[in-house]
């Protein structure tokens, strides 16, 4: 129980120090903040954060000197900022907002568009004869390798490569198709 009560006393102890270093050094604490970081709303997080570290410093009511350890904690807090800053690369990044994205879902003339492309595609494809179709459906539909297009219609493989070849050629030559 003496335990608890000393360590509330000690708490409220410590509240009333930082209460007296806000009251005393907040104005020059921020001026050194904003002399070394631009940005006035980092500097105000930093300066909250520079108070609740010594709120929670279980020396400091022994310390001689708060002001300095107002300082010196408020340079390692510049310190770290720095840091994360630089390795977040912060002053590259743009807001989300900002951002022009793509939609995920393609506009109706795009639809349009692709479903016209695979429509003459599918009646391009349906012109060629047998065995170069085969091959090549079995190529690009079925993940074939050319080795296995040839053993399945029982060609060699450069004959097989050819076959695929000739009908990739004949459906990129189709206006609008992809490469």
């Keep these: 129980m003496r335990d608890a009560s000393a360590a509330q006393l000690s708490r409220a ?59 010196r904690t408020a340079a390692n807090l510049l310190r770290d900022h720095a840091r994360r800053r630089k390795s977040r690369h912060k002053d590259r990044h743009c807001p989300l907002e900002s951002l022009a994205l793509a939609a995920a879902t393609p506009s109706p003339e795009e639809l349009i568009d692709s479903r016209q492309i695979v429509s003459s595609l599918i009646d391009m494809i349906a012109t060629i004869d047998g065995r170069r179709r085969h091959a090549f459906l079995l190529h690009r539909l079925e993940g074939l390798t050319h080795r296995e297009v040839a053993t399945a219609i029982g060609v060699s493989v450069s004959t097989a490569r050819r076959y695929i070849d000739t009908v990739h050629s004949f459906c990129m030559s189709l206006p609008g198709a992809m490469p």
Excluded: K, P, S, T
């Excluded at 500097?43 to 570290?53: E, G, K, N, S, T």
């Design 13 to 71: 102890h410590r509240a009333e120090v930082v209460r007296a270093l806000f009251e005393e050094h907040d104005d020059d604490l921020r001026r050194y903040l904003r002399r070394n970081i631009r940005d006035g709303e980092d500097a105000a997080d930093i300066a909250q954060d520079v108070y609740l570290r010594l709120a929670r410093y279980d020396g400091l009511e022994h310390v001689d000197y708060a002001r300095a350890l107002l300082f």
